[in-house]
């Protein structure tokens, strides 16, 4: 099944916001609240860091805030640190019972 | 705290079958989906199915026809088959909990899976 499109890398200094865009279709991002955030740092499992658009796990930081229009959805980061650069992979409920990844976006931090 | 550990064979010949098993500790098996995820070195995430304790399963359409995914209750643990690995298939293979809805909230470290004649 094809994946989500996201931007391969983005690059932000320090303080700055950036955002990461995931376009899909109606068939997942469109028509789903289900529309998830990970995190991955090198050799390291991913890390959840957002959940149905736009809810945080405890523990991760407000600084992370995702949103939602249409087909694609997106992920926010403010105030950037030097610990934010890392792989970004966002995931969607597809339907019928399946999940879809993005294909990834490197954020590197200036 | 719960932890997830995978274990199985690292090293496969094309044609062979791939086998993993994901054992959980320090938490309940009940109440969740179970899942496997790859990741092909240097590449994206990709899903590949998972289970409920009930043996109720969801499979990747792209994968479905190679894949069976089974769970032990008794032994906290489920179970990856991947028949007719290619080199495509290596990978490092994620097990992860799925609480509802579709998320992964906890990740295991990952087993590395290389296809190679």
């Known amino acids: 099944q094809s994946a989500l499109t996201q931007p391969a890398s983005v690059s932000g200094s320090p303080g700055q916001s950036i955002t990461i865009s995931c376009t899909g279709t109606?068939?997942?991002?469109?028509?789903?609240?289900?529309i998830f955030w990970y995190q991955q740092h090198p050799d390291k499992a991913p890390r959840l860091i957002i959940y149905?658009?736009?809810d945080r796990p405890s523990g991760v930081s407000s600084r992370f805030s995702g949103s939602k229009s249409g087909n694609t959805a997106s992920l926010t980061i403010s105030a950037l640190q030097a610990e934010d650069e890392a792989d970004y992979y966002c995931?969607?409920?597809?339907?019928?019972?399946?999940?879809?990844f993005g294909g990834g976006t490197k954020l590197t931090v200036l | 705290q719960v932890q997830l550990q995978e274990w199985g064979a690292g090293l496969l010949k094309p044609s062979e079958t791939l086998s993993l098993t994901c054992v959980v500790y320090?938490?309940?098996?009940?109440?969740?989906?179970w899942s496997w995820i790859r990741q092909p070195p240097g590449k994206g995430l990709e899903w590949i199915g998972e289970?409920?304790?009930?043996?109720?399963?969801n499979y990747n359409p792209s994968l479905k026809s190679r894949v069976t995914i089974s769970v032990d209750t008794s032994k906290n643990q489920f179970s990856l088959k991947l028949n007719s690995v290619t080199a495509a298939d290596t990978a490092l293979y994620y097990c992860?909990?799925?609480?509802?809805?579709?998320?992964?909230?906890?990740w295991g470290r990952g087993s590395l899976v290389t296809v190679s004649s």
């Open positions: 995931s969607s409920y597809r339907n019928i019972n399946t999940v879809v």
């Open positions: 289970i409920h304790q009930s043996g109720s399963t």
């Open positions: 320090g938490g309940s098996f009940s109440g969740y989906y």
């Open positions: 149905d658009v736009s």
């Open positions: 992860a909990r799925v609480p509802p809805y579709w998320y992964f909230d906890l």
């Open positions: 109606s068939s997942d991002i469109g028509s789903s609240s289900y």
